[in-house]
C-alpha cells in the first residue's frame, strides 16, 4: 500500500487530500494500530501549508506563520468524519473507540461530523426525501433499504417510504421484497452511496440537513 512505509502524520495529510472512498478503503486494510494512529493524526493537520504538502516525503507539522495559508478548507473532525461515512460500519466502530482513547474531545467532534443511513431520519427534513431519491439510483435505493433491518436503520427506512407518495411508496416496498436478502457488505456499500447523495445535495444548498449530534 502507498502509506504503509510512511510516517503517521505523512499518512494522515495523505488521507484527507485523497478521495474518501479510497481514504476509507486504505484504512479499512490497515492494521488496527496504525490506522487509529493516522485517525488520531488527522487532528494535527488544521495547520499544515500547501508547500508542506507538496513536500509530503518531509516533517509535515511544523511551526507556522501567525497567519498562514491553509492546505485544508474545513476542519480535522470535518475531514475525518467523511472519510469514516464511507467505511465499513466495523471499521468506522473500532476507530472511533480508539479514537476516544486518544482524545475524546476530538473524537466526540468527528462523531458530530459523521453522517450514516441511520442519521437520515434524524437530520433530513421530509420534505427534502424526494429530492434524495431522485439523486439516487433506483436499484441501490432499494438495495439500501432492503438492507435497513437493525433497529438504527429501519427507522431511516421507514422515515423514508413515510415522506414520499404512497404509490412510490408501495412500488418501493414491492422491489425491497423482491430484492430479498442483502449480504452486509453490498448493503453498506448502497447506504453509503444514499448518504453520499444526501451529502451532496447538502453541500450544493438544494437541502439543509438538521444539527448533527453525536453518533
Known amino acids: 500500500m502507498l502509506i504503509e512505509d510512511e510516517s503517521i502524520e505523512v499518512a494522515a495529510v495523505l488521507l484527507s487530500k485523497i478521495d474518501v472512498k479510497k481514504a476509507a478503503t486504505m484504512l479499512g486494510q490497515m492494521p488496527g494500530e496504525r490506522a487509529r494512529r493516522i485517525t488520531y493524526a488527522v487532528s494535527l493537520t488544521n495547520s499544515v501549508t500547501p508547500d508542506?504538502?507538496?513536500r509530503?516525503?518531509?516533517?509535515?507539522?511544523?511551526?507556522?506563520d501567525d497567519e498562514p495559508i491553509l492546505a485544508f478548507t474545513n476542519k480535522?473532525?470535518?475531514?475525518?468524519?467523511?472519510?469514516?461515512?464511507?467505511s465499513r460500519s466495523v471499521t468506522r466502530d473500532e476507530l472511533l473507540d480508539?479514537?476516544?482513547?486518544a482524545d475524546q474531545t476530538f473524537a466526540a467532534e468527528v462523531r458530530k461530523a459523521i453522517f450514516t443511513f441511520k442519521h437520515v431520519a434524524e437530520r433530513v427534513?421530509?420534505?427534502?426525501?424526494?429530492a434524495i431519491l431522485k439523486s439516487v439510483d433506483n436499484d441501490t435505493l432499494v438495495t439500501a433499504l432492503a438492507s435497513a433491518t437493525d433497529e438504527a436503520t429501519k427507522i431511516s427506512a421507514e422515515f423514508i417510504f413515510a415522506n414520499i407518495s404512497s404509490r412510490m411508496a408501495e412500488q418501493l416496498r414491492e422491489a425491497v421484497q423482491e430484492r430479498g436478502q442483502v449480504g452486509e457488505e453490498d448493503g453498506e456499500i448502497a447506504m453509503a452511496e444514499v448518504v453520499t447523495g444526501v451529502r451532496d445535495l447538502a453541500q450544493t444548498g438544494e437541502i439543509l440537513l438538521k444539527e448533527g449530534v453525536p453518533a
Open 98 to 101: 480508539g479514537l476516544d482513547e
Open 56 to 64: 509530503i516525503g518531509r516533517s509535515l507539522i511544523t511551526q507556522l
Open 125 to 130: 427534513d421530509e420534505r427534502d426525501v424526494p
Open 52 to 54: 508542506a504538502v507538496d
Open 76 to 86: 480535522p473532525e470535518e475531514r475525518l468524519g467523511a472519510i469514516l461515512n464511507s
